[in-house]
C-alpha cells in the first residue's frame, strides 16, 4: 500500500526566511504531486513532477524530486504571509492515474 | 474554459438519510475522480470514472457509490448516512486519456451530518 509522508505537520515561519517541505513515498511512484489548499477553499495545483531530478519553481516555491530516495522537498524562498496555507504533496502511479494518495499536509503560516 | 464545478456547495443532512453529491468535470475531460477531505483522516480517495466506467476504487464500504453520465457528469451517493461522513467532498477531473495530465480540482461540497 502506498504511503505518503510529509513533515513538518505545522510550520511558522518569519517572513523573509526559508524553509523546507519534505515528502517521503513508500513505494515508486511514477509522478508526483503539490497542491496548496487556502482555509475552506478547494486545492490548487503547484507542481507535477514525472522524473527523477526534476525540478520546478513558480515565485518563491521551488520543488524538486529524488525518486530513487522517494523524497520530494518544496522549498520556500523568502517567505512572504500570501504563502500561508496548507501545502499537500499527493503520489500517483501511471496505472492509477486517477487516483492519488496524499500526505497529511502541511500548515503554513508566515509571519510578519 | 469553466473550471469544475460542484453542487450543492453545502449540505446539511441527518444521520440515516442518503445524499447526491454532483460534479461537472471540465468539458472535454472524461475522467472524475472523488476524495473525501476530513480533518481526522485527511485527503482519501475514493473512486474514479472515466468514459462512464468506475475505474480506480479506494477502501470506503459500500455505501458510497457513484456514477458518470454520457455527458461525463458524475454523481456520487451515500446512503445511511453517519456522523463520521461529515467532511469535504472534492472532485476532479482530467482528459483521462494521457498519464501526463494534472488534476483539476473543484471547490468542493461540504456536507455535515448531524
Known amino acids: 500500500e502506498l504511503k505518503v509522508e510529509q513533515n513538518p505537520l505545522f510550520l511558522s515561519m518569519q517572513e523573509g526566511k526559508n524553509y523546507t517541505i519534505y515528502c517521503n513515498y513508500s513505494?515508486?511512484?511514477?509522478?508526483l504531486y503539490w497542491y496548496r489548499q487556502d482555509p475552506g477553499k478547494s486545492l490548487e495545483s503547484l507542481f507535477v513532477?514525472?522524473?527523477?531530478?526534476a525540478v520546478k519553481q513558480e515565485g518563491r516555491l521551488m520543488a524538486s524530486l529524488d525518486t530513487k530516495a522517494r523524497l520530494s522537498t518544496l522549498h520556500i524562498t523568502a517567505a512572504v504571509h500570501d504563502l500561508s496555507a496548507t501545502y499537500f504533496c499527493?503520489?500517483?502511479?501511471?496505472?492509477?492515474?486517477?487516483?492519488?494518495?496524499f500526505g497529511d499536509g502541511t500548515t503554513l503560516t508566515v509571519k510578519p | 474554459k469553466a473550471g469544475v464545478t460542484q453542487t450543492p456547495r453545502y449540505l446539511i443532512k441527518t444521520r440515516g438519510q442518503q445524499v447526491t453529491l454532483s460534479c461537472s468535470p471540465i468539458?472535454?475531460?472524461?475522467?472524475v475522480s472523488w476524495y473525501q477531505q476530513t480533518p481526522g483522516q485527511g485527503l482519501q480517495f475514493l473512486f474514479e470514472?472515466?468514459?462512464?466506467?468506475?475505474?480506480n476504487k479506494g477502501n470506503f464500504p459500500g455505501r458510497f457509490s457513484g456514477r458518470q453520465f454520457s455527458n461525463s457528469r458524475s454523481e456520487m451517493n451515500v446512503s445511511t448516512l453517519e456522523l463520521g461522513d461529515s467532511a469535504l467532498y472534492l472532485c476532479?477531473?482530467?482528459?483521462?486519456?494521457?498519464?501526463?495530465?494534472?488534476?483539476?480540482f473543484g471547490p468542493g461540497t461540504r456536507l455535515l451530518v448531524l
Open positions: 476532479a477531473s482530467r482528459p483521462g486519456g494521457d498519464f501526463l495530465e494534472t488534476q483539476y
Open positions: 513505494t515508486t511512484s511514477d509522478r
Open positions: 513532477l514525472l522524473s527523477n531530478g
Open positions: 499527493a503520489v500517483a502511479l501511471n496505472t492509477n492515474a486517477g487516483k492519488s494518495t
Open positions: 468539458s472535454g475531460h472524461r475522467s
Open positions: 470514472y472515466f468514459s462512464e466506467t468506475q475505474r
